[in-house]
């Protein structure tokens, strides 16, 4: 049972373009979310993390977008950057802090962005 | 501060053998926890400890199990190995009380042959 989907399994992007990851969860109790960037090679890494009573939060240029009501979040990176090419996973987890609770992750987006 | 590390980076072992893998957690963090990642899937959780217990798992079979020390340091053991548990290894840490995501190590890449 995949509570936390990602359906694009690729993206890609021009330099300087909008990416847009999309991601979706069936578990309703969900009300912490997180996307991790990872590279080859290296362990996931923590980008921007959203609570359930926001609807965006924004970290230079990164902003995640919540919609409860359909169970759904985006990550949207402006302008993106080559250095930004990695694999983006969505992770959710229950109780508002991340810190102690599991977190369930999606499939991962890999995204690359072109000059 | 350093971060997560874990070793070895890799690892090759026989269907029916045990592995441990280790895990220092980030400075300052009391909470570790492991994730599984099979190719081309995201990480699975598969237990979680603080304060040297463990405190949550995954669905995943007794033959996983797992230590913390005083130091918070980690160790994962797989007894029984099977060829599906061919994975990365993930250790990622955490304050109890944090609001950011966990630290992820680069984790153990196990081959069972």
């Known amino acids: 049972d995949q509570q936390v989907k990602q359906n694009s399994p690729s993206l890609s992007v021009q330099e300087g373009r909008i990416s847009i990851l999309n991601c979706d969860y069936t578990n309703s109790m969900f009300d912490y979310f997180l996307w991790y960037k990872k590279y080859p090679a290296e362990g996931p890494t923590f980008l921007i993390s959203?609570?359930?009573?926001?609807d965006k939060n924004e970290d230079g240029r990164f902003t995640v977008f919540l919609n409860k009501s359909a169970k759904h979040l985006s990550l949207h990176i402006v302008p993106s950057q080559p250095g930004d090419s990695a694999v983006y996973f969505c992770?959710?987890?229950?109780?508002?802090?991340?810190?102690?609770?599991?977190?369930?992750f999606g499939t991962g987006t890999q995204l690359k962005v072109e000059l | 501060e350093t971060g997560v590390t874990q070793s070895p980076t890799h690892l090759i072992k026989t269907r029916g053998q045990q592995v441990t893998l280790r895990c220092s957690s980030q400075?300052?963090?009391?909470?570790v926890s492991w994730y599984q990642q099979a190719l081309g899937q995201g990480p699975q959780f598969i237990f979680q400890?603080?304060?040297?217990?463990?405190?949550g798992r995954g669905n995943f079979p007794p033959r996983f199990s797992g230590l913390q020390f005083p130091n918070y340091s980690s160790e994962l053991n797989v007894n029984a190995l099977e060829l599906d548990d061919s994975a990365l290894y993930l250790c990622?840490?955490?304050?109890?009380?944090?609001?950011?995501?966990?630290?992820f190590g680069s984790g153990t890449r196990l081959t069972v042959v």
């Open positions: 992770a959710a987890s229950l109780g508002v802090t991340g810190g102690g609770n599991k977190l369930t």
């Open positions: 400075s300052g963090h009391n909470t």
């Open positions: 400890y603080y304060r040297e217990e463990e405190n």
């Open positions: 990622a840490s955490t304050r109890r009380d944090a609001v950011e995501g966990y630290t």
């Open positions: 959203i609570s359930s009573i926001k």
